[in-house]
């Protein structure tokens, strides 16, 4: 975990108190950052005129914030920025838990939350550094690869930080648990493990003579920038 | 699709329509369903007391509507019973789009999202149908292999139907969309597939000696069903 990161244990609060199996529940900033930089998409969820939506999009952690961006147009960006309460969720999905009855079906997982108000990040230099962050939250070191970043760019993203202050995670893990009366019963049972996969890099059409293809091995590195 | 689904087209109201973007929008119900039908988790929106939150949960779809489900005292359950606005997201990341600009980057995804109310489900029969689905959505063909539900748990387990008629989907595909300016800068551009994988079976410390071991291949059969 950065250096720049605050104390390891984030406070218990009337909502992010896990309420069902507490012994899920995750409170420590390195289990809930794994998470986070793990995910390549999060869901934004937040309300307009009563309705709550849920909206998947990219993001990156900084330090203990969270980011978020989109064009400034965007509705989830105006929400955001008017200071709604929101809700991050990232959800990553390690397991599908077959057990011997249907009730006892499940899913192991990891999952984090975070609660708060976003601001509208205005700071050139902090916008600089969360677009980095973007990048290379998908693949590592990639943005120093990349044509430079104009400032006409800078400005025409609207970019987002939400702290890292009220969060929490939820993990599964370990194979079904099923009734004692039913260990008899004849059907196969366990985990089959789900893991997200990278294919065969597909280059454009524009891809130069010569130039090294992408490694996808480089994507083994993410989360440990 | 089932024969018991509706016309394939669902209306563009003030709330589904695709602002940013809208040639990624899709409001045919075959397109929606499929995305539906391949996802192992969605994203459950709703508010509590102002405060939005997005949970990630199984569910299933069932000809026009789709079924969650819980422990009654969950809050979930409770908030969604109640008849509160709801969003349902379904996300699946097919690709990362590295382009030769930041700017530019972008993932290859598609997300539906379906609008309403919930009501909790009673009518018993309905919520056997709704927890087979649970099941086979997952591994079909698993429900009729497992040790019969007792009429303990379909009571035990809260089932919630939210109707499929405020939906629409949004789709990226293709390779990345670079300033032209950007093609000659040297750097690999392109896409990196992403799928969900299956890895070796877990058997549990229990399963009976002999029994046919699980076949990953049944996940391919998802949403064919």
């Known amino acids: 975990m950065d250096a720049a990161t605050s104390s390891s244990m984030l406070p218990v609060t009337d909502r992010t108190r896990v309420r069902r199996l ?66 991050v969720t990232v959800t990553l999905v390690d397991g599908l838990v077959l057990a011997r009855s249907a009730f006892h079906h499940s899913v192991n997982y990891r999952s984090a939350v975070v609660l708060g108000r976003a601001r509208l990040v205005t700071d050139v230099e902090e916008k600089r550094a969360a677009l980095r962050q973007f990048t290379n939250h998908v693949v590592p070191g990639r943005w120093d690869e990349l044509r430079p970043i104009t400032d006409q760019e800078i400005k025409g993203t609207a970019v987002l930080a939400l702290p890292i202050e009220e969060a929490s995670a939820k993990v599964r893990t370990g194979p079904p648990l099923d009734d004692a009366d039913d260990l008899q019963w004849p059907v196969w049972a366990g985990v089959v493990p789900l893991s997200t996969a990278a294919g065969d890099p597909l280059p454009d059409v524009h891809v130069l003579p010569g130039l090294t293809p992408f490694d996808r091995e480089r994507l083994r590195q993410r989360g440990r920038a």
């Open 22 to 87: 507490p012994a899920r529940g995750v409170f420590d900033r390195a289990a809930i950052y794994a998470i986070l930089d793990e995910a390549f998409v999060c869901h934004v969820a937040f309300a307009v005129d009563g309705q709550p939506y849920a909206m998947p999009t990219g993001f990156a952690r900084l330090d203990d914030a969270l980011y978020l961006h989109g064009a400034a147009a965007s509705r989830m960006v105006r929400q955001l920025a008017a200071g709604v309460d929101v809700c």
